[in-house]
């Protein structure tokens, strides 16, 4: 039996990128070979057993092959006479198909070293359409490593666009597509996820609203998808927090229904999209924020007292002033883009912080010692608000 660190932790260390989990594989074992070291069995579909010390995972080498439409039918071969490079040959790419021996030796027959030095994502073999969430990883691993200089290969490129026209991608669960843009979002340009799955046609199928954007014209920049890809690259700039990352990219959904908003509008296409996605309630709630009140915001110059109170009220900054700072981050970045990122402040977050802090020192434990009840409380709370605001 021989083992084998493979995949994500190989590439991490050739990159000198911090490595998170380490992948093992096993060749020329049997389930009971590891079992008789202490391993515990926790793989379903293929045997994949955790380290009795270390709790990594070493999974027997194998070969996998789709019997079906989409992800689920697959059939796994891992007999111990799987070689080390069958296994490599059923991975995405090439970076992410070379292995190292104990003795820190490199096994490299797809030639995944070459690929890291030219910064190119390129696929294994013709096996990469298998599975159609590869689709999603090579553009999120294009986010994730564009700072490094890495770009897709123009014939993995095709061949993604090849499993988008060929349906493969709708065969995804929400669930595994939400899995992926989640990290995409995290990584250091998750604009150009969204702008590989725009290339290849996947954005249309899977994120609709985003990408009629792309249609709609724009002063600040060509179209309305271009200015929110810039938008989302300004935003991840000036933070780490998926929320407000997510609420930058959907912060322009609704402008299609513009022509029918009145102060509460109602947010169909973002709730259309949040809803297909099962888009968690953390991520919609500063999004349903974005798409209502950004605009607001850039003219909170030209609002009275009474609408910006109102704006505080529908913020609920009461209860959670964290929702204010960051809709004002989401608000930041769209404006960086209009001023085409210079560094001149923001002015709506200095007037809307201060007229926060403002409306928050009227006391309302006075108000209740006046005595005021019930909803009365609420009117007097709003009327002194706004007079403080308006002196
Ligand atoms: N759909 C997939 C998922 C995984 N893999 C292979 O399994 C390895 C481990 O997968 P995973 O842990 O999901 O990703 P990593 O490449 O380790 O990257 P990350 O740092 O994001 O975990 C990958 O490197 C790749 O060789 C694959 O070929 N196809």
Redesign the pocket.
């Known amino acids: 039996m021989k083992k084998y660190l493979?995949?994500?932790?190989v590439?991490?260390i050739l990159l000198k990128q911090p490595v998170?989990?380490r992948?093992w594989v096993v060749v020329g074992a049997k389930p009971h070979d590891l079992l008789q070291e202490g391993y515990v069995q926790v793989g379903k579909d293929f045997p994949v057993f955790l380290h009795p010390k270390t709790k990594e995972e070493y999974a027997l080498a194998r070969t996998e092959r789709k019997s079906g439409l989409g992800y689920t039918g697959f059939i796994c071969d891992f007999n111990e006479n799987i070689t080390l490079q069958q296994d490599l040959e059923?991975?995405?790419l090439t970076i992410?198909?070379i292995a190292m021996d104990e003795n820190q030796q490199l096994i490299d027959p797809f030639h995944g070293v070459r690929d890291i030095n030219q910064r190119i994502l390129r696929h294994v073999s013709a096996a990469f359409t298998e599975?159609p969430?590869?689709v999603l990883?090579v553009a999120r691993f294009a986010a994730r490593f564009h700072h490094l200089g890495f770009t897709i290969a123009t014939e993995t490129l095709n061949l993604m666009q090849k499993m988008v026209i060929d349906g493969e991608i709708q065969t995804l669960t929400p669930e595994r597509v939400w899995k992926e843009t989640e990290?995409a979002l995290n990584t250091k340009d998750p604009q150009i996820f969204f702008s590989v799955l725009r290339e290849i046609g996947a954005l249309a199928i899977l994120y609709p609203e985003i990408d009629i954007l792309f249609s709609i014209p724009n002063i600040h920049q060509q179209n309305l998808g271009q200015f929110t890809l810039s938008a989302l690259k300004y935003v991840s700039e000036m933070t780490n927090e998926n929320e407000i990352r997510f609420a930058t990219l959907c912060c322009h959904v609704e402008t299609i229904n513009n022509a029918v908003k009145s102060e509460h509008p109602h947010l169909i296409q973002l709730e259309q999209l949040c809803q297909r996605c099962k888009i968690p309630n953390k991520y919609q709630k500063i999004a349903n924020l974005a798409c209502r009140y950004c605009e607001l915001i850039h003219n909170i110059g030209n609002l009275s007292a009474t609408e910006i109170v109102t704006l505080l009220n529908n913020i609920d900054v009461w209860r959670n002033p964290h929702h204010l700072q960051q809709l004002l981050i989401v608000c930041c970045a769209d404006a960086k883009v209009i001023n085409h990122n210079d560094r001149q402040l923001y002015q709506p977050k200095i007037i809307l912080e201060k007229a926060y802090q403002i409306a928050k020192s009227v006391s309302i434990k006075e108000i209740i010692a006046e005595g005021f009840v019930g909803k009365d409380i609420q009117i007097e709370l709003n009327r002194r608000r706004i007079k403080a605001l308006s002196n």
């Not at 493979?6 to 932790?9: D, I, M, S």
């Open positions: 493979v995949g994500g932790a590439r991490d998170t989990d992948d059923r991975r995405d992410n198909a599975d969430l590869r990883r990290k």
